[in-house]
């Protein structure tokens, strides 16, 4: 069974860091493109960042670039999502999810909710920024 299990989260005061993880097991995760995406209250699901794991391309959403950085450890697999500089408007469940292949990636810019092209989620893990 294909499984990805966040962790990470917490509460942290703005202008604060934190380390998200994403560890993946039942498939072979070198081959995928791992992509993180959050929600908030009230609000619609919307997309983070997207790595590819064997050729390292990324994406970031606007609203997080130069805070928030995402990396893969393959031995691991781990994707990391470093946040930092958080902000109160970035309080939100963080989900990871998968997708086979680099394409997603390349595509992120045009994907939209609900699934953002992604083929599989784990549950979540909540990040809560105080002001």
């Known amino acids: 069974e294909r499984q990805l299990v966040e962790s990470g989260g917490g509460l942290v005061e703005a202008g604060g860091s934190l380390r998200l993880s994403c560890t993946g097991s039942?498939?072979?995760?070198?081959?995928?493109?791992i992509g993180w995406f959050r929600q908030a209250p009230g609000k619609e699901r919307e997309k983070v960042s997207c790595?590819?794991?064997?050729?390292?391309?990324?994406y970031y959403a606007d609203s997080v670039k130069g805070r928030f950085t995402t990396a893969t450890d393959n031995a691991k697999n781990t994707v990391y999502l470093q946040m930092n500089d958080l902000k109160p408007e970035d309080t939100a469940v963080y989900y990871c999810?998968?997708?086979?292949?680099?394409?997603?990636?390349?595509?992120?810019?045009?994907?939209?909710?609900?699934?953002?092209?992604?083929?599989?989620w784990g549950k979540g893990t909540l990040v809560t920024v105080s002001s």
């Open positions: 999810a998968a997708a086979a292949g680099m394409t997603t990636v390349q595509a992120m810019p045009v994907m939209g909710p609900p699934q953002f092209g992604m083929d599989f």
């Open positions: 039942g498939f072979t995760f070198v081959h995928y493109s």
């Open positions: 790595i590819s794991n064997s050729e390292g391309l990324t």
